[in-house]
């Protein structure tokens, strides 16, 4: 086979084979073919798309071209959940330990972050001493013992991603359905759950803009997921403004434990809840929507749910003090108000402004080598349907820097200030089964 024959079939809108994608993938894997060969068949992806099939080829190509975690020593039916990515997601910290209260088993491998979203294992590594470098045989024993376990992801699960995704970012085509189902399935499936739930975002701060996009992206996955065996679920969710009040790894930390105290923000807790009911289901433990939601919601109010994530926290070297007294999470020196110049209701927060505003006081990282900062971040006291008076304050900026300026502008202008009540979207707009 020739890679310039699969880019021209590619440019000319025909279909590869399942052998052919099966070469290529190959070839991008152990680095025979060059990379401006792949850059030129990525960017006829981009315009010419793939069908269901070839996603699906490249999909089980990515799959197979490392090593895939065998979950099989964990009992109970294991349930991953992945999100594509916004501002505020903090889920990940709260769906964990209440599913895993429930009894479902959760062994999750979790991502740093990376631009204007954050990564689960960057937040939890707030907490002094906890870390997520299990080897598979800690990562099954810990599950097994405490019925949830976060890990880093290991250098050799779908490596082929890894080179994609890298050449993606440099060429302009990261934007592309086909890629992004095939990219995050292909991870989810090496990583060995039963069953997944992804939660798909949908508005400015995410990847797709809009909602056709974002469920044209979630039936592709859960036809994916569905395709190779494995219960998949999609619920579309709102990303039009940061999810909840805390943006930044140690805040996102402390906005986790209120709502695992009961006292959350209702359209996180709201999510939380409808995710984490799904994954009790697919994992066996409730008949159904109704009783799961009924059996979580005693679970969280009870507190069974915070003490599965102090047990957790602990059980991976984690100071569970930090838990009980959140206040000892690491703190920015400075707080800083950022003031509305009008009076009226807010329009709409720009999600991905104020993620780049938080990345720019360091709690994310612009390249993959960079490292972030723990202590720095937003605490948004205004939301979107709040009203305001001029002077009031909209957020707080926690800052190492005494006057970070260009974070403050950039979190000023994310504000739209109206005369008019805005439509808020709701924080759930599908679910695709
Ligand atoms: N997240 C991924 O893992 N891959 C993509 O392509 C986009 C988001």
Same mark, same amino acid.
């Given at each position: 086979m020739r890679m310039v024959d699969l880019i021209q079939k590619k440019r000319d809108q025909k279909t590869l084979a399942t052998e052919e994608i099966n070469w290529l993938i190959r070839g991008v894997t152990d680095g025979t073919i060059p990379d401006y060969q792949v850059s030129a068949w990525l960017m006829a992806v981009y315009f010419n798309g793939m069908s269901r099939q070839e996603t699906r080829d490249l999909t089980q190509a990515i799959v197979q071209s490392g090593d895939t975690i065998q979950?099989? !020593?964990?009992?109970g039916i294991k349930v991953d959940k992945h999100s594509t990515g916004g501002v505020g997601d903090k889920t990940s910290l709260i769906v964990g330990p209440l599913v895993a209260a429930a009894g479902v088993p959760v062994a999750k491998m979790s991502g740093r972050g990376l631009g204007h979203t954050g990564g689960t294992v960057d937040k939890l590594e707030?907490?002094? *001493?906890?870390?997520?470098?299990? %080897?598979e045989a800690a990562f099954i024993e810990h599950v097994n013992k405490y019925k949830l376990a976060i890990v880093g992801q290991t250098g050799q699960l779908a490596p082929a991603d890894k080179k994609l995704y890298a050449m993606r970012d440099v060429t302009?085509? @990261? %934007?592309?359905i086909p890629l992004i189902a095939s990219s995050i399935m292909g991870k989810k499936l090496a990583s060995g759950a039963d069953a997944i739930i992804l939660d798909v975002k949908v508005g400015n !701060?995410?990847?797709?803009?809009?909602l056709d996009k974002a469920r044209e992206l979630a039936e592709q996955m859960v036809e994916i997921g569905k395709g190779l065996g494995k219960p998949t679920i999609a619920i579309l969710s709102d990303?039009?403004?940061?999810? !909840?009040y805390e943006v930044g790894n140690a805040n996102e930390v402390k906005e986790a434990i209120e709502v695992l105290k009961g006292n959350g923000e209702p359209r996180l807790t709201e999510l939380c809840l409808t995710i984490a009911s799904h994954m009790t289901i697919l994992g066996g433990v409730y008949p159904s929507l109704n009783e799961a939601r009924q059996a979580l919601e005693e679970i969280l109010h009870s507190g069974k749910a915070l003490n599965m994530l102090r047990t957790f926290v602990e059980a991976q070297g984690g100071d569970p003090l930090m838990i009980d007294?959140? %206040?000892?999470?690491p703190q920015a020196p400075h707080q800083l108000p950022v003031l509305s110049d009008k009076e009226g209701i @807010?329009?709409?927060?720009q999600a991905d402004e104020v993620g780049l505003a938080a990345m720019k006081l360091g709690? *994310?990282?612009?390249?993959?080598?960079g490292s972030v900062d723990h202590s720095v971040g937003i605490t948004l006291v205004k939301k979107v349907g709040d009203r305001v008076e001029k002077g009031e304050t909209l957020a707080f900026i926690h800052a190492?820097?005494?006057?970070p300026v260009e974070a403050l502008n950039q979190l000023k202008e994310a504000y739209s200030i109206s005369d008019e009540s805005p439509s808020v979207p709701p924080i759930i707009y599908e679910i695709i089964q």
């Amino acid at each position: 086979m020739r890679m310039v024959d699969l880019i021209q079939k590619k440019r000319d809108q025909k279909t590869l084979a399942t052998e052919e994608i099966n070469w290529l993938i190959r070839g991008v894997t152990d680095g025979t073919i060059p990379d401006y060969q792949v850059s030129a068949w990525l960017m006829a992806v981009y315009f010419n798309g793939m069908s269901r099939q070839e996603t699906r080829d490249l999909t089980q190509a990515i799959v197979q071209s490392g090593d895939t975690i065998q979950l099989n !020593g964990i009992k109970g039916i294991k349930v991953d959940k992945h999100s594509t990515g916004g501002v505020g997601d903090k889920t990940s910290l709260i769906v964990g330990p209440l599913v895993a209260a429930a009894g479902v088993p959760v062994a999750k491998m979790s991502g740093r972050g990376l631009g204007h979203t954050g990564g689960t294992v960057d937040k939890l590594e707030s907490i002094a *001493g906890f870390h997520t470098e299990l %080897d598979e045989a800690a990562f099954i024993e810990h599950v097994n013992k405490y019925k949830l376990a976060i890990v880093g992801q290991t250098g050799q699960l779908a490596p082929a991603d890894k080179k994609l995704y890298a050449m993606r970012d440099v060429t302009a085509t @990261v %934007d592309s359905i086909p890629l992004i189902a095939s990219s995050i399935m292909g991870k989810k499936l090496a990583s060995g759950a039963d069953a997944i739930i992804l939660d798909v975002k949908v508005g400015n !701060g995410a990847f797709m803009k809009t909602l056709d996009k974002a469920r044209e992206l979630a039936e592709q996955m859960v036809e994916i997921g569905k395709g190779l065996g494995k219960p998949t679920i999609a619920i579309l969710s709102d990303m039009n403004e940061p999810l !909840g009040y805390e943006v930044g790894n140690a805040n996102e930390v402390k906005e986790a434990i209120e709502v695992l105290k009961g006292n959350g923000e209702p359209r996180l807790t709201e999510l939380c809840l409808t995710i984490a009911s799904h994954m009790t289901i697919l994992g066996g433990v409730y008949p159904s929507l109704n009783e799961a939601r009924q059996a979580l919601e005693e679970i969280l109010h009870s507190g069974k749910a915070l003490n599965m994530l102090r047990t957790f926290v602990e059980a991976q070297g984690g100071d569970p003090l930090m838990i009980d007294q959140p %206040d000892k999470l690491p703190q920015a020196p400075h707080q800083l108000p950022v003031l509305s110049d009008k009076e009226g209701i @807010v329009e709409s927060i720009q999600a991905d402004e104020v993620g780049l505003a938080a990345m720019k006081l360091g709690a *994310g990282r612009e390249t993959k080598e960079g490292s972030v900062d723990h202590s720095v971040g937003i605490t948004l006291v205004k939301k979107v349907g709040d009203r305001v008076e001029k002077g009031e304050t909209l957020a707080f900026i926690h800052a190492k820097e005494t006057n970070p300026v260009e974070a403050l502008n950039q979190l000023k202008e994310a504000y739209s200030i109206s005369d008019e009540s805005p439509s808020v979207p709701p924080i759930i707009y599908e679910i695709i089964q």
